[in-house]
T-cell receptor, first 109, second 115 residues
Framework: GQNIDQPTEMTATEGAIVQINCTYQ??????LFWYQQHAGEAPTFLSY??LDGLEEKGRFSSFLSRSKGYSYLLLKELQMKDSASYLC??????????WGAGTKLIIKP | ETGVTQTPRHLVMGMTNKKSLKCEQH?????MYWYKQSAKKPLELMFV???????ENNSVPSRFSPECPNSSHLFLHLHTLQPEDSALYLC??????????????FGSGTQLSVL
């Protein structure tokens, strides 16, 4: 079967750095996405990785290792508004999106 | 107005009711999707429409019936639902039905409670 694993919940402190991991076992790979979802709101696109390496976008970076079936989302200089759920999703060989259950990130002052 | 708009935001219905969820996108996209989001579970794809044609039906029970009259509007008709159907129903759109990095644009969802 196909599976995406990410931690259910994480807690971090305002101003700090947090890394949210995502491991996947899928039939094929055609890219990995990260989305952010604030409570009661729409998920919004954060990043897309299809090649190995680190993609940086301001305070957020996303890393991919296809050989390890592994990605992480790195959030720097955490702000209270970063409290949200972070969803990892992989496109398989049929270009179907396989979703993780999401990681709820709680930021404390 | 821009983006993806869903109505209603909240819906409470009995098991014998019939209701419809509406989604409208103002992005000029060609593909539209219905997803079900239950607490602490992955998003479940229900239906996909590409250029108004249904291209995906992920073994969804017949009590859920989609309708896509044009590439900007998508409906989900509900009838004789079960309590386990209570969830957040998300609509999304994308430029194409992606073989690449097409990102999804989501609406804020309809929080459905079936009593």
């Amino acid at each position: 079967g196909q599976n995406i694993d990410q931690p259910t919940e994480m807690t971090a402190t305002e101003g700090a750095i947090v890394q949210i991991n995502c491991t996947y076992q899928t039939s094929g790979f055609n890219g990995l996405f990260w989305y952010q979802q604030h409570a009661g709101e729409a998920p919004t696109f954060l990043s897309y990785n299809v090649l190995d390496g680190l993609e940086e976008k301001g305070r957020f970076s996303s890393f991919l290792s296809r050989s390890k079936g592994y990605s992480y989302l790195l959030l720097k200089e955490l702000q209270m508004k970063d409290s949200a759920s972070y969803l990892c999703a992989v496109k398989d060989s049929n270009y179907q999106l396989i979703w993780g259950a999401g990681t709820k990130l709680i930021i404390k002052p | 107005e821009t983006g993806v708009t869903q109505t209603p935001r909240h819906l409470v219905m009995g098991m014998t009711n019939k209701k419809s969820l509406k989604c409208e996108q103002h992005l000029g996209h060609n593909a539209m999707y219905w997803y079900k989001q239950s607490a602490k579970k992955p998003l479940e794809l229900m239906f996909v429409y590409n250029f108004k044609e249904q291209t995906e039906n992920n073994s969804v029970p017949s009590r859920f019936s989609p309708e896509c009259p044009n590439s900007s509007h998508l409906f989900l008709h509900l009838h004789t639902l079960q309590p386990e159907d209570s969830a957040l129903y998300l609509c999304a759109s994308s430029q194409g039905e992606g073989t690449g990095g097409e990102k999804l644009f989501f609406g804020s969802g309809t929080q459905l409670s079936v009593l």
